[in-house]
């Protein structure tokens, strides 16, 4: 089990009898040490089932249980490897009857909370039930119920919002329902009231590892201790410096009070980064500087100085996008790193993937959105595309069906149900169906009128679409095609409040802009300023670009050779040769931390913890990328419907500094740490000698 760690790895790889903290660096093996634990426990006789190891995400449990096979082997099937919510559900499953919950009981997303608590706080907006949920979410997290809340509310908008907590928790009871937090919540309470299914589950489970502790909330940390019992017989590895989860619950407390609460505590440390190049180090290092230290550690490289930290200003974000684009074809082609799936755009919010997204497309780079939503998986998005990938070829049966229902054209349900008996029937596409003459035996009379009018519509539209060439022909014609539709209207029929129609609304018209770009001839850049003229396409052209590209992104996803788009959370624990961090902008990365919208804490306490926190996530970002890093920032941003200037991150000058610090001489450090390890060694084997 010792094969690929370094002495510090092994010693924390072989403790196997006690609680274990190992604290370290980005990249310095955390992870690779709770694989290899795993192997080292099933070696050592824990059966592989009464070994949990917990992770932050689903995907870094896949990846996790993907390491773990290829280690051990088929026994990794049957260790435990999951998140702290899954690991919830189970317990739930198999317990929550005392609790009074079914086994069969719902789990709730996000857009299920917002319903119930609309109904439960009596409002139809969803942006005030989702600051509700905010609120109710980190009461949860902080273990108050309902009652709790409301006595330690500060004002009286807390305390009416613990009072529709009340009536929110009420509905969850009658719905045999929980929500995310109650995944934690519940089982806490399951541990902490009933003995007999606390001593069931530590003995269940033997040992428990956890990735990532940094970023465990204090219900997640009474989980843990309330599992591992006096003995404490736990793996945990985490980053003080990589705590980004503050806004959601976590707590660095977790960390302090480990020592406090076990005594006998191995703390290890690991020194080397074995991810990145010394150049990303040492911004990452200078980066991660200013901020106060918990437990001192410092992180080297030995893996050479590697290309310098690039950084790059762009005039607007497309110009960012373009630049970033250009940048991934040329690495590409000069490193040895030839896969999409070697690089990763990262930036601080989801909706600053927009550009890349329509940039990427336009290059044929296959990519994937990881920690958000795809821009072109948005409903509206795919409703549009629906209708283009009709005209583009008439026999794509899901398009047929998303386009001649959305919107509703008074086809109904039965009418399409009998065109598509009569089209597999007769082995045809929906659309050639609709034209048969054979089909009035198989639909009514009404049908038939609506099905014809619509293919008319369709041939129509697929000849003005053929001989509109031009962005400002294609964007007239477009923004006629959804009147003709009645789009507008139809997002706005949707139950959805009147802000999150016009959002939806606000995409279609970005993406009309986009298309009609596409159309080229006289094409005004982003800034407005300058005219670029290009050879002018039809809009049936772009048109067939776009289903294309989906074909290519959906087949790129499948084989997960592709790029990573993913916002600075998402990427936590992950690598990649190249990374491309963009909108590191003061504002952005940090966050606004002037002007608190859509957050609920008092900013004026807050501030510095929250650079602080901004810092660390910098910190992350930096420390993903292994070969080459770029940070680009822009010199004009859009605020709302203008273009305003913007700063460069306070961070980007201080990543910037480290390039001109003096090198550290790795192997002298290595020298050190080796000589550290050995008067360590020394000592506690002086110590077992005294207990003995
Ligand atoms: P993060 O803080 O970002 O989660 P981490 O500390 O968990 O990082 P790992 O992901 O475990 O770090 O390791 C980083 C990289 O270094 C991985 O590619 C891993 O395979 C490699 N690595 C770790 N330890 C060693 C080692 N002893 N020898 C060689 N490579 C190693
Ligand atoms: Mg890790």
Known sequence: MSAGLNLAQQEAVNYLHGPCLVLAGAGS??????????????????????????????????????????????????????????????????????????????????????????????????????????????????????AEAEAQAVDDNERIIARIMARYEERLVAYQSVDFDDLIGMPLALLHKHPQVREKWQKALGHILVDEYQDT????????????????????????????????????????????????????????????????????????????????????????????????????????????????????????????????????????????????????????????????????????????????????????????????????????????VFASQYKLSLFEALFSSSLPSAVGKRGIEGLHEFGRYINDLEYRARHTKGAQDARAFLDSWLKEIEYEQHLYDGEESETAAATRWGHVMEFCDWMAQRCGGQVDDASGANAITEEPKSLLEVAQTISLLSTISERGEKEQNVLTLSTLHASKGLEWPHVLMVGVNEGMLPFKLDDDEGRQEKVQENTLERLQEERRLMYVGITRAQRSLAVSWVKRRKKGREMVRALPSRFIAEMALAQNTAKEDPREKLKALRAEFARKAQESAALAAKTA
């Open 29 to 146: 093996g955390k992870t690779r040490v709770i694989t290899h634990k795993i192997a080292r426990l099933i070696q050592a006789g824990l059966e592989p089932k009464r070994i949990a190891a917990i992770t932050f995400t689903n995907k870094a449990a896949a990846e996790m249980r993907e390491r773990a096979k290829g280690l051990i082997g088929r026994d990794a099937r049957h260790v435990v490897v999951c998140t702290f919510h899954a690991l919830g559900v189970r317990m739930m499953r198999e317990d929550g009857a005392v609790l009074g919950l079914k086994p069969q009981f719902s789990i709730l997303d996000a857009d299920d909370v917002t319903k119930i608590l609309k109904d439960a706080g009596g409002t139809t907006d969803a942006a005030t039930a989702r600051s509700w949920q905010w609120t109710i979410s980190k009461w949860k997290n902080m273990g108050l119920n309902a």
């Open 217 to 420: 909330n204090a219900t997640q940390y009474e989980v843990l201790k309330a599992l591992a019992g006096e003995r404490g017989s736990f793996t945990a590895v985490g980053d003080d410096d990589q705590s980004i989860y503050g806004w959601r619950g976590a707590t660095l407390d977790n960390l302090k009070k480990l020592p406090i609460d076990y005594p006998q505590l191995k703390v290890i440390k690991l020194e080397q980064n074995y991810r990145s190049t010394s150049a990303i180090l040492r911004a990452a290092n200078n980066v991660i500087g200013p901020n106060p230290k918990l437990f001192p550690k410092t992180l080297f490289s030995e893996l050479g100085e590697g290309e310098p930290v690039r950084v790059v200003d762009c005039d607007n974000e497309q110009h960012e996008a373009e630049r970033a684009v250009a940048r991934l074809l040329s690495l590409r082609e000069n490193s040895p790193h030839k896969e999409w799936r070697d690089f990763a755009i990262l930036y601080r919010a989801n909706h600053q993937a927009r550009v890349f997204e329509q940039a990427l497309r336009k290059a044929s780079i296959p990519y994937k959105v990881s920690g958000g939503q795809s821009f072109f998986d948005r409903a509206e998005i795919k409703d549009l595309c629906g209708w283009f990938r009709l005209w583009v070829n008439n026999d794509d049966d899901p398009a047929f069906l998303r386009a001649v229902t959305t919107p509703k054209r008074g086809i109904g349900h039965t009418t399409l149900q009998q065109l598509g």
